[in-house]
Every structure is written in structure tokens, then in C-alpha cells.
């Protein structure tokens, strides 16, 4: 299967995150594309405490970050979109940007789902690590993430990265680093 392949949740994923809620058997795991640029945005701004970024810095990420990205489609809505990329000194790890879930999605375990079929995708089975930044006033990001840490059997550690001061005159909350891993082999989809 490539990496572009559309993959209903329900077969993609593994036993123990399996669920049968009516609102998610429709939503497809895929890699976005310039069309998803707008819809992202529209839902970034949907979910704060998340930053929104420009219309533009989307679009790239759909296009340009494709298959370090995933977004999750329902009906023809994005419910969910995961950015990331390989920062290019750390071959092995996946720098994970941003996770947004839909309201309506939520408590699902679908920012979870993501994050694994993107790990499990040919391109990425290579990675050994997930770092990612989360301020500490978004605890839902905070426990996704230490829930990964336990569904891969491995640690989380985190450790001081960006500092409030480094946002200059913006007001934002420090950005601590979370780091997970080491990742085990994982097969590809």
C-alpha cells in the first residue's frame, strides 16, 4: 500500500485501538494535498489552543510535508490533521508540529490513530523518535502524547526548549521539548 493510499480507520488500525463509535467508521487516514490547505487552516482555527498559522504555511504542509503529514476526512470534512517533519540533522526522528482534532471527534483517541498511521507509513517506519513541542496549558496534547509513549512501551521525557522569552513581544507560554523513545519496529502500510 502507498503512502498516499486512503485507509479507513476501522481496518487500519491496531486491536487495542479499534472502536466501533458510529462517528468515526467513516473517517479516512490519508496524506493531505494542496485542495486540504483551506480546510486545515479552517480547522486549526477551530481547535485552540493551537496556533494558526497563514493560509500559505498549510498549503505547504500539504503539499511540500505531504508525507510527514496526515489528515483525517469525514464526509468530506477534516476532522483531524497531524504536521510533521524530519528535521534534516536527525534522520531518525519525526518532529511532530501540530495535532488538531475536531470537537465533534474528540475523546476518541483519534489524535492517537494518526500519529500511528503516520509512524507506520513505508516512508517513516524508520523513525526511532517523536519529539514534539507542547506549552503546558494544553494538557490534552500532553496526555495524547504520554499515551503514545505507552501504547510504543517506551519513555517520554521532556526538557526545557523554548523559553517564553524566545516569543519576544508575543505573548505565548513556554514550549517545552517531548521527546519519545526509543520506537520499536513497526510494520509498514
Known amino acids: 500500500m502507498s503512502d498516499t493510499t486512503t485507509t479507513p480507520i476501522a481496518s487500519a488500525e491496531p486491536a487495542s485501538l ?4 458510529e462517528t468515526d467508521v467513516d473517517i479516512v487516514l490519508r496524506a493531505p494535498s494542496e485542495k486540504d490547505g483551506a480546510r486545515i487552516h479552517q480547522l ?7 496556533d494558526v498559522n497563514s493560509l500559505y504555511a498549510y498549503l505547504l504542509l500539504a503539499t511540500h510535508f505531504s508525507q ?5 476526512e469525514q464526509q ?9 517533519y524530519i528535521p534534516p540533522s536527525k534522520s531518525n526522528v519525526l518532529f511532530v508540529w501540530q495535532v488538531a482534532v475536531h470537537s465533534q471527534c474528540r475523546g476518541q483517541a483519534l489524535g492517537l490513530r494518526m500519529l500511528q498511521q503516520l509512524l507506520r507509513r ?3 517506519v524508520h523513525i ?6 507542547v506549552s503546558p496549558d494544553n494538557p490534552a496534547s500532553r496526555a495524547m502524547f504520554a499515551r503514545a509513549a505507552k501504547e510504543y512501551s517506551t519513555s517520554m521525557n521532556e526538557q ?9 513581544q508575543q505573548q505565548h507560554a513556554e514550549e517545552p521539548l517531548l521527546r519519545i523513545g526509543p520506537l520499536p519496529a513497526r510494520a509498514a502500510i
Open 44 to 50: 486549526i482555527q477551530a481547535c485552540p489552543p493551537l
Open 122 to 124: 513505508r516512508s517513516l
Open 18 to 21: 479499534a472502536h466501533t463509535a
Open 160 to 168: 526545557t526548549w523554548f523559553e517564553a522569552e524566545h516569543f519576544g
Open 68 to 72: 510527514t503529514s496526515l489528515v483525517a
Open 76 to 84: 468530506g470534512r477534516i476532522v483531524g490533521f497531524v504536521s510533521a
Open 128 to 133: 526511532r523518535y517523536v519529539e514534539t513541542t
